[in-house]
């Protein structure tokens, strides 16, 4: 029987694109660029499956538009906001993710910010790098210390849950707010918090870990960091939407906040030119589950959909 034809959007792991040759006839974007909208269709319209990352948008436009041969949309990420759910269920696309393997890289990331920013991570390492520290004294960059303090976490899912363990490292008191409270188990002796305000009003670190969606965007906003600590800090690994950036950018300017730590942005890639002038930023690309073990283990697990859907079982990370 022929190979299922599937279509990388993107450059994988050599582990992954091998074990994706071997058991598929693979289609790849040999210089790794971004696909316009067109080349997408066009491209995915060849296939039977794809396993694209979130650069790839699989709005309602997009998918009305793939004829009937794409049967499976696997991704090589946990957020699905760059895939219509709707749209594709409609169609008859199944859409996968990939939950779990990338939670101890992302929470990794997550505590990078919080310290970054905490501790004024970037501007230090600015001011050595440009050759311009030529003072010390006791009174010299001096930040917040989090050891002890409160880390409020929005969406205590996988990534979240991780990440309240590592924060509890630093003998932290966490705080959450999410759709369900968790069991006793998962919870840990976290305080879980039915409203996003009553979280916000004890979060010394504020750490957003929930799925972009259209009830979340915008979630951190004028409104919402009044209602922080004076002095707070906020994280955010999970999505640029979450957060209203020219909101946040007058509350670091205010002093309303103290610093924020972040790894996603409203406008990808690129950022926002705005938070990269102000010094109490601490700002990374995007690159929370950029580990080779962790890209690789989402590439297969990636795969691993693939190969029950086209095995005729249900894929284990079936979303849509
Ligand atoms: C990835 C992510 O960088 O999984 C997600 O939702 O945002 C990131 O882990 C990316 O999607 C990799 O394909």
Redesign the pocket.
Known sequence: MAKPKLLIP?KLTDAVQARAARDYDVVLNEDDHVFSKDELIAKSSEADAVL????EHFSAEVIAALPDRVKIIA????????VDLEAAKAKGIVVT??PDV?SD??AEIAILCMLGAARRGAEGDAMVRAGAWDFWSPAFMVGRQVTGKRFGVVGMGRVGQVTAERARGFGMEVHYHNRRRLPDHLEKGATFHETLESLLAVSDVLSLHCPSTPESAGMINARTLALLPAGAILVNT??GALVDEDDLIAALKSGQLFAAGLD?FQTEPGGNPELAKLSNTFLLP?????TDQ??DA?GFRALDNLDAFFAGQPPKDRVA
């Open positions: 993107r694209p990352c979130h650069s991704n090589h990420s946990v957020g699905t906001d760059h993710n990939t990338l890289a992302t999970a999505r996603v995007h690159i929370g589950s950029a962790t890209r989402m």
